[in-house]
T-cell receptor, first 113, second 114 residues
Framework: DGGITQSPKYLFRKEGQNVTLSCEQNLNHDAMYWYRQDPGQGLRLIYY???????QKGDIAEGYSVSREKKESFPLTVTSAQKNPTAFYLC????????????FGPGTRLTVT | KQEVTQIPAALSVPEGENLVLNCSFTDSAIYNLQWFRQDPGKGLTSLLL?????REQTSGRLNASLDKSSGRSTLYIAASQPGDSATYLCAVLPANQAGTALIFGKGTTLSVSS
């Protein structure tokens, strides 16, 4: 089955620790995205990548980092510099950036205490 | 800056009703508009994608329309069922910013009672 997988589904961390969220796709899509969702707010873009070894900051990139070493994988690291990291994180991909339909993974709920 | 608004924020209807969800956007320069469904604690499921050159798209009981000039889209759900209960999100892909991602509304939470 083709699709997007995110792991883990739930993640708990202590304040001050970095944590990495996994996102893998087998759709052969060039573009991948990370969004953050908070209660009562729309999804907000953290980072996106149009091709391997390239990525750009979104609207709320501060305190986050990404890498795109393989076409299939786009991991997101939430660093200790992120002031309010507790949220629902969604990864998405599209066949190309700027026009294709976006497909989403099941999400990772991160709780930092 | 592109902004997407969805009205109403919440809607409750009895089973069998036809209903319309509204989405408006401030900048008509878009590549496409996408409607999604989100169940509690889950990811987004794409329902319909309308390209900027299209007026509507249909899938089963769902019909989405797009009026780019007025900055509006509607999602029509026919003969609603309890299984349609979810949050529906509208998102646009701006045409004037190369390589950017979708801009989302905050969603309409639909509850269909049996």
């Amino acid at each position: 089955d083709g699709g997007i997988t995110q792991s883990p589904k739930y993640l708990f961390r202590k304040e001050g620790q970095n944590v990495t969220l996994s996102c893998e796709q087998n759709l052969n899509h060039d573009a991948m995205y990370w969004y953050r969702q908070d209660p009562g707010q729309g999804l907000r873009l953290i980072y996106y990548s149009q091709i391997v070894n390239d990525f750009q900051k979104g609207d709320i990139a501060e305190g986050y980092s990404v890498s795109r070493e393989k076409k299939e994988s786009f991991p997101l690291t939430v660093t200790s510099a992120q002031k309010n990291p507790t949220a629902f994180y969604l990864c998405a991909s599209s066949i190309k950036s700027g026009g294709g339909e976006q497909y989403f993974g099941p999400g990772t709920r991160l709780t930092v205490t | 800056k592109q902004e997407v608004t969805q009205i109403p924020a919440a809607l409750s209807v009895p089973e069998g009703e036809n209903l319309v969800l509204n989405c408006s956007f401030t900048d008509s320069a878009i590549y496409n508009l996408q409607w999604f469904r989100q169940d509690p604690g889950k990811g987004l499921t794409s329902l319909l994608l309308i390209q900027s050159s299209q007026r509507e798209q249909t899938s089963g009981r769902l019909n989405a329309s797009l009026d780019k000039s007025s900055g509006r889209s509607t999602l029509y759900i026919a003969a609603s069922q309890p299984g349609d209960s979810a949050t529906y999100l509208c998102a646009v892909l701006p045409a004037n910013q190369a390589g950017t991602a979708l801009i989302f509304g905050k969603g309409t939470t639909l509850s269909v009672s049996s």
